[in-house]
């Protein structure tokens, strides 16, 4: 069960002010710092990348960020709060994450979309932000707020989002959510899963879109389907990851999606797991391929395995699983016959 705390007050409001005050930031000084910002124009009318703050502490700089956004939401703005995130103390950082909870239980409706966009970027994309910001904010907002939270929780690590995701199995309101980070945390470009985990909580909910149901359904029952090219044996003392090559590879069938340490698997064996997708190469590392020949300049991705193994990765069809998720399909497949078994008996 989630810690909860007090819904944040409204952005602007009598106990807002009285919140920036515990802060040490009188409203009056960012009352001020936005009338210079805005220099009589209407909000719409400012260019976010266009302001500067040459003086102002970091308390006031962030709560004229947080009103000027709830005049004119865009990304363009909350980018620039996430900059004072960055150097700010953990009071201030606390004060920032109560308004992203504010903007998602208040809104305006395009403030809460753009305060979801900017948590997924800049806070859900970084690991270590994600498990400052994540937990807090599922903390202060009742259950029917979490939608947003859920939606955009892909990148969260796992183990991070694992108690948020379980509660909110049990609230049927939720499931639809909960399914798009589910979702998400499979097809995001940063998505994090326990692919296993996901399959199980996945059993206890209800999915009503058609297409969403499709694409979890096939990210917990079903490999990716992989075509490899050459694989490349890097030789050079630079290397900086023994004990893995890279893998020419492209989708051949299905959904893209990226697990972190799937496992390549041939003819029912493992013999790698992929590490690094799209891996960055330096062609001017000594290296060999194999087989030799060109390369076809399919995307390339490091595996760990033994480097006997590229021989067996190379030029063929290969199913990547999420690790376990392999042994838990089939695990369910002996139970479903076994099930079988006993009702034709």
Known sequence: MSTQRSVPPEIGSFEWDRELAALGVDRAVVDEELGWVLDGRSAAEVDPHSVHFDSAPAGVVAATWVLLHQEQP??????????????????????????????????????????????????????????????????????????????????????????????????????????????????????????????????????????LRSALTEATTQPLLLRSGAAILVDDPAWEHPGSFLLEATVSDGRQRWVQGSELVVDGTVYGKLRHWNFPFDERLAHRVVPVRPLHGDCLHRVEAPPEHAQVLANRDLEAWPSGLREHVMRNIDVDGDAEDTRQK
């Not at 909350?78 to 920032?96: F, N």
């Not at 948590?119 to 270590?128: G, K, M």
């Not at 470009?189 to 326990?194: H, K, M, T």
């Open 74 to 211: 865009s990304y363009s703005t909350l980018m620039y709060l996430q900059h004072v995130w960055s150097d700010a103390d953990e009071y201030l950082r606390a004060w920032i994450v109560r308004q992203f909870a504010a903007m998602l239980v208040h809104g305006p409706p395009p403030v809460a979309e753009s305060a979801e966009y900017g948590l997924w970027v800049d806070y859900f994309e970084t690991p270590s932000d994600a498990r400052e910001v994540f937990p807090s904010l599922a903390g202060q907002l009742p259950h029917s707020h979490w939608p947003r939270l859920l939606s955009a929780a892909g990148p969260v690590p796992w183990a991070v989002k694992r108690t948020v995701f379980t509660e909110a199995a049990e609230v049927p309101a939720l499931h639809a959510a909960l399914a798009k980070g589910i979702a998400g945390s499979f097809y995001d470009v940063y998505g994090d899963v326990d692919a296993v985990e996901a399959a199980r909580l996945l059993e206890s909910i209800r999915v009503a879109d058609d297409d």
